[in-house]
DNA sequence: TATTGTTATACTCTATAACTATA
DNA sequence: TATAGTTATAGAGTATAACAATA
């Protein structure tokens, strides 16, 4: 039948749930303070946010959604409500006529302003409070490199050509409906 | 009002950063593969692993949501869905006519077998090919410690709601039996 | 032809509130 | 009254494909 799965060891499938459960439980409660101070979703924020820390408040919407992985209409329906909402600006790229360039408006910033301090208090509360600074340098240093490679990493299904090693390894089980 | 909180510092903003782009990657990549080995959503996955790590593969509703972090009415869409797939069965509790108790059936095991190689394969590739021993060691530590913080603290702007107090019972955090 | 972005659409997931029934 | 679970429903978010306009 099926072959012994490769295991994880003990400190293995330690990291990753705790990964997993602590990314999932901060983003749940910056989530809630998001909707209740500013009516933000996770997503806009992080729109909003980007732009804030992007020359003159720009970015053209390709460049957004690279941050922000989704897909291309998932950023255009988020860019329509925070438009709607006043939050940012669109409009066409002078230089690239396909282009649109979106802008953090006055009010998007005054609303990131109301929401940061909020922001950061979860943060201290929920992720800070627990760790030392080694502990937190130490986490930047990981994370941050898991990260880099992550972004490096093209996603095993799309590129499908080029397996990276070991042959012997047959990873996947392709098994439709 | 308090002008402004006590800002973050370089070092922890970057480990917040790291956190969630790692995690969310992380995630958003089992996810897919998640969905092409076995048609299950992240959720779907951690109930029948649930489950899995159960005695006799069942669980009642409630306990089940209380490692699932979501509502009770999500709990009872995806218990519903997983039925109608034949992965789980629900049927009274002989104990507590009130409760439900979910069981893995074979199908839920084959289906949970099936999709594991491939979730471990893309945690190797994705998340601990960038990592030392130690890294994964002290990742496990830090985030352990941060889980198990969060879960201890209430959410800030919520009332306290139901909690389980019973003393003999429930006192360990991670992997109960 | 390739790229940029929008639209249309369908679907999944989550949350709230009202409800039933058991304890 | 409190707890366990379901139902109804509504809304947000995401993905895909077809499309238009520009490069």
């Given at each position: 039948m099926s072959p012994s799965p490769p295991p994880?060891?003990?400190?293995?499938?330690?990291?990753?749930f705790a990964l997993i459960e602590a990314s999932s439980m901060l983003k749940h409660a910056v989530e809630q303070q998001l909707r209740e101070a500013g009516d933000l979703s996770y997503v806009q924020f992080q729109i909003l946010a980007t732009l804030g820390d992007s020359p003159a408040g720009s970015r053209r919407m390709t460049d957004l959604a690279d941050g922000v992985?989704?897909?291309?209409?998932?950023l255009t329906y988020q860019a329509q409500t925070l438009e709607k909402r006043g939050l940012v600006t669109r409009t066409p790229s002078p230089d690239d006529e396909r282009s649109v360039?979106?802008?953090?408006?006055?009010e998007g910033r005054a609303v990131l302003a109301s929401v940061f301090p909020g922001h950061v208090a979860v943060l201290d509360d929920l992720l800070f409070a627990a760790l030392?600074?080694?502990d937190v340098e130490a986490l930047a240093d990981i994370l941050g490199?898991?990260?880099?490679?992550m972004r490096r990493t093209p996603p095993r299904s799309a590129g499908q050509r080029r397996r990276r090693k070991t042959p012997e390894e047959d990873p996947t089980p392709s098994r439709p409906r």
């Open positions: 994880l060891d003990a400190t293995q499938l330690g990291a990753y992985v989704y897909s291309r209409s998932g360039v979106v802008t953090l408006t006055d030392s600074r080694s490199r898991a990260r880099d490679h």
